[in-house]
């Protein structure tokens, strides 16, 4: 017995020599509160972890075993056995296993050596989170307001007396143009949706089986027509652009809100008023904004665009005016595309919300509004109450030209 106490004894001693050894030797070369801990996080760096804070997580980042930055092999933490499993798993995490050498993975391609990346649960976490609740809440935020509006204003009628005569508004690749853009939009818009909130509200309903094949459709769907949306996107552009640059009429029309909650009051436009001006350029930059990081989810790992993003910004101090940190300047493939589904909920949320009112408006909001894009042909006396300048340059108010003729 006193042999296995005595053997027992110099176990625990030999163990109190290694550790006076190897601690300070760990923690030689670490500055900081992790000099104490061997280069490892500290109690500080847990309790930020759960409760969702930044940490600097490249004490763990930085420390992969990468021969470059390996001490001598003749120090005692040189490099003797090659890297060891907790470094090789994380330069798997922090997408850095070209470093090491010879490793390599078998498969090819921009995200292949990503295998570990705890950004995913973040990304699901919003996405099923703050993202669908809040933009659910918008939705049917605007419509209920539009709603009340209705209730309380009434549809928008012609005040004065029908002239019986109708005036061209659009032509046909105006018309065609407007549609092309509008009937891919609401595509898009029923098969995001679908598919944004199919795991929390379509499959308690029908079943996993049934919102399979309805997903896979959207999906193609969605990829599919995305490219006629941005064709009619560049012909709106192109078409109403000159017509839709802000001029002095677009203060008066503001002024009085267009008359949408006064009868009888008709500011003066043109083609476009600053009402509609204001849709033109909300589809613009919203349609190419969502087009950009839609082309980057249609072509993943290819198209990066937050990282440049965010060191254009940091150049400029924005983060800093806005009381933030530097936005990360690199970032892993995986955390690209969670950006770019991120942003592109988030824009199409906003546009949606943009369209309900144009849609209102252009149906039953307003009396002769949709005649201008279904037939083409508007009654003269709403052209001269709703686009008054713009009736005056396309007829000289004396004589009926080509584009005028009976209403039916």
Not at 27 to 43: E, H, I, K, N, S
Not at 174 to 193: D, M, N
Not at 336 to 341: F, G, I
Not at 358 to 373: C, K, L, P, T
């Amino acid at each position: 017995m006193s042999r296995i106490i005595q053997s027992f004894l110099n176990l625990v001693f030999a163990c109190l020599c290694v550790l006076s050894i190897s601690v300070p030797a760990i923690a030689q070369g670490v500055d900081g509160p992790r000099a104490t801990t061997g280069g490892a996080q500290t109690l500080e760096d847990i309790l930020k972890r759960q409760n969702d804070q930044k940490i600097d997580e490249s004490f763990r980042s930085e420390a992969i075993g990468s021969p470059a930055a390996a001490a001598d092999e003749r120090d005692q933490l040189g490099v003797l056995g090659g890297v060891a499993d907790s470094e090789f798993w994380r330069a798997f995490r922090y997408g850095r296993l070209d470093e090491l050498g010879d490793l390599s993975v078998s498969a090819r391609g921009p995200a292949a050596e990503v295998v570990i990346q705890d950004s995913g649960m973040r990304w699901l976490e919003f996405r099923e989170g703050p993202l669908a609740t809040y933009g659910g809440y918008l939705l049917l935020g605007v419509l209920a307001i539009l709603l009340l509006f209705l209730l309380l204003r009434g549809r928008i009628r012609i005040d004065g007396e029908k002239a019986g005569t109708t005036i061209q508004r659009f032509d046909a690749i105006e018309r065609f143009a407007h549609w092309l853009l509008a009937g891919s939009f609401v595509l898009l818009a029923i098969t995001g949706l679908t598919l944004l909130f199919g795991r929390m509200a379509i499959i308690p309903l029908i079943g996993h089986e049934a919102y399979a094949p309805f997903a896979i459709a959207g999906k193609w769907v969605h990829n599919n027509v995305s490219w006629a949306f941005m064709l009619g996107l560049v012909m709106v552009t192109v078409l109403w652009i000159a017509h839709n640059i802000p001029n002095k009429h677009d203060l008066k029309w503001i002024a009085v809100a267009g008359g949408l909650f006064s009868k009888g009051v008709h500011p003066p436009a043109r083609k476009f008023n600053a009402g509609q001006k204001l849709i033109f350029w909300g589809v613009v930059v919203l349609g190419v904004s969502i087009s950009a990081s839609g082309l980057s989810l249609l072509f993943p790992f290819e198209l990066p665009m937050f990282a440049p993003t965010f060191e254009k910004l940091n150049a400029f101090g924005i983060p800093g005016i806005l009381g933030m940190e530097p936005l990360p300047e690199t970032l892993m493939p995986h955390e690209e595309m969670q950006l770019s589904q991120i942003w592109h909920t988030i824009i199409a949320f906003v546009f949606i919300a943009m369209i309900f009112g144009h849609i209102y408006i252009g149906s039953v909001g307003m009396e002769g509004a949709f005649d201008a894009m279904g037939s083409g042909q508007v009654d003269e006396q709403w052209a001269k109450e709703h686009h008054g300048l713009w009736y005056e340059e396309v007829t000289d108010d004396t004589a009926h030209g080509a584009d005028h003729k009976p209403a039916e």
